[in-house]
């Protein structure tokens, strides 16, 4: 059985950055087709998509994000991280590692494979504070 | 960004009915590239339906997916109390990826 796993600090000064690692059991990180995801979800809020990391080195990031973000693969240890620099009170939330559902498709206009998601991480809450 | 609105925000039923949840997007989705997630108070989100109207596995038939173009629908048949939680629609049509505010269900 497939199992994600998030691990970080939960507790983040504002204008640090953010690191976080999902360790993923029963599954290889550089298996065929498979897309491995941040999403977030403030308290009480919608999700918000991070970003991905295919193997063995491709990456897609929300522009909303992607100037300040860094996604990588850890395959001797089957983890991936999520790097989020310069973070403010905005960025507390709960952050989820999640992988793509076999049923992609590629979009033409952003060259990407596109995806819902079905197998996620019991997510670590992060909170930017001083 | 395509952004997905769904209504109502709250529906208030009881068990044994039925719920239809909406989701409208921003811009039509090229072939009904529509996913919705149930999410547990303190847990993951759960996928129940992709590609519009295909059901993820494992999920029970009382749960499904119909609509196209900006136009999307959950639908969810007798009601059953682990059922009152908050659903998502999320797009993957078009990049970025997008999520619905949620609809939560309540007693």
């Known amino acids: 059985q497939v199992q994600l796993q998030e691990s970080g600090p939960g507790l983040v000064k504002p204008s640090e950055s953010l690191s976080l690692t999902c360790s993923v059991s029963?599954?290889?990180?550089?298996?065929?087709?498979?897309?491995w995801n941040w999403v977030r979800q403030p308290p009480g809020k919608g999700l918000e998509w991070i970003g991905y990391?295919?193997?063995?080195?491709?990456?897609s990031y929300n522009p909303s994000l992607r100037s300040r973000v860094t996604m990588l693969l850890d395959t001797s240890k089957n983890q991936f991280s999520l790097r989020l620099a310069s973070v403010t009170a905005a960025d507390t939330a709960m952050y989820f590692c999640?992988?793509?559902?076999?049923?992609?498709?590629?979009?033409?206009?952003?060259?990407?494979?596109?995806?819902?998601?079905?197998?996620w991480g019991q997510g670590t809450m992060v909170t930017v504070s001083s | 960004d395509i952004v997905l609105t769904q209504s109502p925000g709250t529906l208030s039923l009881s068990p044994g009915e039925g719920a239809t949840l909406s989701c409208r997007a921003s811009?039509?989705?090229?072939?009904?590239?529509l996913a919705w997630y149930q999410q547990r108070p303190g847990q993951a989100p759960r996928l129940l339906i992709y590609?519009?109207?295909n059901r993820a596995t494992g999920i029970p038939d009382r749960f499904s997916g119909s609509g196209s173009g900006t136009d999307f629908t959950l639908t969810i048949t007798r009601l059953e109390p682990e059922d009152f939680v908050v659903y998502f629609c999320?797009?993957?049509?078009?990049?970025?990826?997008?999520f619905g505010g949620g609809t939560r269900i309540e007693i």
């Open positions: 999640a992988r793509n559902h076999p049923q992609r498709h590629y979009d033409v206009s952003s060259h990407k494979y596109l995806f819902a998601f079905d197998l």
């Open positions: 029963g599954d290889s990180l550089s298996g065929n087709n498979q897309y």
């Open positions: 990391f295919y193997y063995p080195g491709s990456t």
């Open positions: 811009q039509s989705l090229s072939i009904n590239y």
């Open positions: 590609d519009a109207s």
């Open positions: 999320q797009q993957y049509g078009s990049s970025p990826l997008t």
